[in-house]
């Protein structure tokens, strides 16, 4: 009991000490001046090292367990990746507004959820269900073996990126309002 006890506190605190996102807050009002004031704190998000380059090789998994590989996921309509996490308050908060968009959007817009599966703290299925309860129709495939992951440079998450042509144009780590996700969008169309 005491040894459970132990894990549990320790779990915990590495849950709060590690969080899903640098810091947790509500969806900004400048995408931009939230990107500056985390450069200038220091807190520089790996993922935006890829910002502007081709995007790189990776393979996820499907709903059906098929392997995708990264040309695979975008097509000749841009496309918005946003690695996630069924967990991760963050991420909680940008989904509804990124199923929103994507109603609005699909049809000159390609959308995929790339699940952040470990196998432990977020598994397929705790994602499928997270999804399903949540009335999300969200395309989405699974890092099972953190593949997209390294390739992707996801540091935190919910991160979005906006490809076209198979180049990441912009990269966001933070979460962000509706009226802001849809400016960008707009800019990749």
């Not at 090292?49 to 081709?54: I, N």
């Not at 399903?132 to 495939?141: A, D, I, K, Q, R």
Request: aromatic share 6%; hydrophobic share 40%.
């Amino acid at each position: 009991m005491k040894r459970w006890r132990q894990l549990v506190l320790v779990s915990l605190a590495m849950l709060l000490i590690s969080g899903c996102a640098a810091q947790s807050k509500a969806p900004t009002e400048s995408a931009e001046a939230t990107q500056e004031q985390e450069n200038k704190a220091g807190g520089i998000n790996t993922a935006l090292a890829v910002q502007g380059q081709k995007l790189p090789d990776f393979t996820v998994q499907t709903v059906d367990s098929m392997t995708k590989y990264a040309t695979e996921l975008v097509s000749d309509q841009p496309t918005l990746l946003i690695a996630w996490a069924s967990w991760c308050p963050d991420c909680q908060q940008q989904l509804p507004i990124v199923e929103e968009l994507y109603q609005q959007y699909k049809d000159k817009v390609h959308f995929i959820g790339v699940n952040m599966t470990d196998g432990s703290r977020e598994t397929k299925d705790k994602a499928l269900q997270y999804l399903s309860e949540n009335g999300y129709s969200l395309p989405v495939v699974f890092d099972t073996e953190s593949s997209a992951l390294t390739a992707l440079q996801v540091d935190t998450i919910p991160t979005m990126y906006f490809v076209r042509h198979h180049k990441i144009e912009k990269v966001v780590v933070t979460v962000e309002n509706k009226d802001n996700l849809a400016k960008m969008l707009d800019e990749i169309l």
